[in-house]
């Protein structure tokens, strides 16, 4: 008994860690409208760790939602991430304009980017922890595509 408590008070905690490594999208908006070829400004949130991390790197990918019946809430970009914008390392700092570490990147919207809603995504690649143990997150926002 002593041992499963343990092992939910470890699994626990892990999932806090896990989850604390969450990032956001925090622009573009959800729902603005974008032109192919424009490029625009993602700011990629990461709110503040309760374990050490290391951040490896993130990429920044637009699946299109034009086809699927149910738009945008019937799919799952993180079975397919679509278009892939940038790839890069990152480090998000502290900048007095928000209460959490971000990093603005710029991504150019595809030039034949088909029109319709869309799901632009952030994915990242962390080390967790003292082991460290390895942990990846997706973030979306769903944007318009003129
Ligand atoms: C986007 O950025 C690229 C590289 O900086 C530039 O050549 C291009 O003109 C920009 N496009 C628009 C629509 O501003
Ligand atoms: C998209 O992001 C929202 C929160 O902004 C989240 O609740 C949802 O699970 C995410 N969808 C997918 C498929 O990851
Ligand atoms: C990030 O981009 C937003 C929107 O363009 C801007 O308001 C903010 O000042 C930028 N932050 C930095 C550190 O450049």
């Keep these: 008994m002593f041992a ?3 092992s939910l008070l470890v699994c626990g905690a892990l999932a806090l860690a896990a989850a604390a490594q ?3 999208i925090a622009l573009p908006e959800a729902l603005v409208t974008v032109n ?3 490029n625009i400004t993602v700011q990629v ?3 503040d760790s309760l374990t050490g991390s290391t951040e490896v790197g993130i990429a920044i990918c637009l699946k299109s939602c034009t086809g699927y ?5 019937a799919v799952d970009p993180t079975e397919a ?3 892939v914008l940038l790839t890069s390392s990152w480090a998000p700092v502290y900048h007095p304009d928000e209460w959490y570490p971000y990093q603005n990147f710029t991504v150019t919207v ?4 088909q029109s319709g809603q869309a799901i632009l995504t952030a994915t990242h690649f ?3 922890g003292a082991g460290p143990y390895p942990y990846t997150d997706t973030a979306n926002q769903t944007i318009n595509v003129a």
Excluded: E, R
């Design 69 to 73: 019946t149910g738009g945008c809430d």
């Design 45 to 47: 949130i990461k709110p």
């Design 81 to 83: 991430l679509g278009s």
């Design 22 to 24: 969450n990032i956001n």
């Design 126 to 128: 962390a080390l967790l």
């Design 36 to 38: 192919p070829g424009d």
């Design 110 to 113: 595809p030039t034949s980017f």
């Design 4 to 6: 499963s408590v343990k």
